[in-house]
């Protein structure tokens, strides 16, 4: 009964930002690993950033010094701030997390996904 959802994409001028959050609900256990990743039309998906629960985090090259990834563990929260928007971070942005249920099995979820287009 776990679900994730994505708030906060939208449409934005190139150089502009936009802040994604991603909460996770239902029968949790516990939450390891979160990440963002994207999916251009007509390409893979990929991972954009992660953190772990205790904060570590990793980006893609592609984002580094514009994107920043955070977490609220008592809100099972994860957010992406993301500055200096580009024409090429348009996509459908979705939420991951590696979580153990209430089932104590360890499993991925992901979220429906919250669109970001970037106009030139």
């Known amino acids: 009964q776990v679900q994730l959802v994505e708030s906060g994409g939208g449409l934005v001028q190139a150089g502009g930002s936009l802040r994604l959050s991603c909460a996770a609900s239902?029968?949790?256990?516990?939450?390891?690993?979160m990440a963002w990743y994207r999916q251009a039309p007509g390409k893979q998906r990929e991972l954009v950033a992660a953190?772990?629960?205790?904060?570590?985090?990793n980006y893609a090259d592609s984002v580094k010094g514009r994107f920043t990834i955070s977490r609220d563990n008592g809100k099972n929260t994860v957010y992406l701030q993301m500055n200096s928007l580009k024409p090429e971070d348009t996509g459908v942005y979705y939420c991951n997390a590696g979580l153990m249920s209430s089932d104590y099995r360890w499993a991925d979820y992901w979220g429906q996904g919250t669109q970001v287009t970037v106009s030139s």
């Open positions: 953190i772990t629960r205790g904060g570590n985090t």
């Open positions: 239902g029968r949790i256990f516990s939450i390891n690993d």
